[in-house]
DNA sequence: ATGAAAGCGCTAACAG
DNA sequence: CTGTTAGCGCTTTCAT
């Protein structure tokens, strides 16, 4: 409503003043800055910022866009690249791409990335093809376990190693029928699911124990509703499994309910472990055994990447992987007890 | 990069005949508008939509401003919201104002609400005088439990109410030693948990038990973490205990990790509830009981509120409470069992 | 130390 | 049906 011209004209001065008062660009008198400064308080003078950044050619802001708000990884990430940011005194919106009414990235959405600064986008669910559409000046960051344009620069975590990881602490348990919540077959797609499915296969291989094909549990949506139904179901219909790997902590959580539906003893009868090392996990049934697939690293390596890229910095698209560990709590057997 | 003139030019055309052809306002010749379309698909063009929004005055973006991105609530809340405002062909981004440089509300933050055609601005944690201070043209819904200044628009759960009903419920159950987890006797301030606190209060009344208000824990943040060793600590202390009222379901789910820690069986000795109706909260323990707050309704509300005041609707400030609902899983006893 | 004027890319009013 | 022109509110040369 009040314009720079108007405390401008309010104060006696040019609106170069008031904007270089505004800015601390120094070059302006003591007297005058307070009077303007004054005349600010005044007016209750705000600045648009709409009209800085179209003059500016830029926004200060970054953007995560996420498949959707209330899938508790994504909060988590979000809360550490929004610290990570903010120590870089940069903004973070976040936006949802999932439930966006022209869809993934029809054109609206391009022309949104363009009024951020830089964008990191979690692919998941999103297909390569869709990628390679994207063509925008804004230096983007991908996050997630598919497959991307080698042009993009990209963060991802050890899927199958971490998978690997996971299923050779349930064999090393003892586990021998292992189910994977979750897992997919598919050779030719590149997935969290298949790749994490990949991983259970490996450690399989390296144990010299048969890995069962028919254990591989496909589940669209991952999520804890679905996952309770499927493992309560699973348990009934296949009384050999005794181990169970969840491509994700939420739908962990949701199998922990099942199998406690079906009154399953975890992990005495079925040991359980998930992975993103959720932080609810550590509280759920004294503690779920998971991997920490690096988020905090995850988010460290984007925002240095982001930051290089917006900075101008000229390099070869970047790819890369977290380290994963196993964190054993209180679902599997082994080391037992909680941790952190 | 490529502008409107760019391609106007390479039309030949006027910069008008392009805007025409893009926002379909129909004024245009169908050859000229084949001909512009091949140009815009040639030259790559993207809309600047910072240059649109300072022409137009709007941004057809709506913000919902949480205090921290990795409370599940909100992930829950924004979820919600985003698909309610997609109903309405708007698009929600969400800003966290807790880990902000310059704090909840400063000059910038005040700037930045600017730039959208609205805001649901989540107050958990402002004080009245921070949101006194606002004055903005955009409109804003207010959320929270505090008092808020009357000009604004509010809505708010039955805080009261749902801890009277929820306290109601464990003293039916038989418990008489309900301690209130992150309560806070305050009589000055309103917050979520003097709120809460004065409904555990009020349902002792009712049931003529006497309130013991050494039982009232007061718990800062209010987090998982900071919970499981409270609850674990205080079974400890007092072997009295025989209920637990957790402020929040997240704080619930560390008590009841608490609980488990402390070798106490629940609900058998302690019955345990919380307050929010998490989507997670179905899937631990078997199914924590809790306090449906009507986030669904607030959700909606909110969003017809903020939509008829972005639309220019002129009428007196609202102040709108859900109605909560208790809902009964396995951590308490009366009803049992899981429900939906 | 301050001012005048140009222009960021787009849309809207007014002509033709 | 299409073109010309004038800004939206700010920052930024170039002058003074």
Redo the contacts between chains.
Sequence with gaps: ?VTLSEVARAAGVSVLTVSNVLNDRGRVGEDTRVRVLQKVAET?Y??????R??RRGR?DTV?LIVP?????Y???L??QL??AF?AH?R??????SG???EGELAALS???L??YDGVILSAVGLRYADLDRI???TPIVLLGEQEVPARFDHVTMSNVEGARMATAHLLAAGARRIAVLGGADGADEVTMSTQRTAGWRAAHAEAGVEADETLVVRMEPLE??AA?ETAARLIAERADIDGMFAVTD?TA??A??GL??AGVDVPGRVQVIGFDDL??G??????LSTVDPGTAWIAEQSVALLEARMSGADFAPRHLMSPARVVPRATTRSAGG?EG
Tied chains: 1, 2.
């Design positions: 409503l209750g705000q600045i648009d910022l709409t009209a950044n179209l926004t953007a959707r708000f209330d899938h508790a994504f909060g988590d979000a809360g929004a610290d903010a005194g903004h973070l919106v976040v936006e949802q439930a966006s009414l391009q022309a949104r363009r009024t063509s925008v000046a804890a509703d309770r939420q959580i949701g922990l309910a406690r539906d932080h609810l550590r509280h759920v049934s004294g503690g909680r």
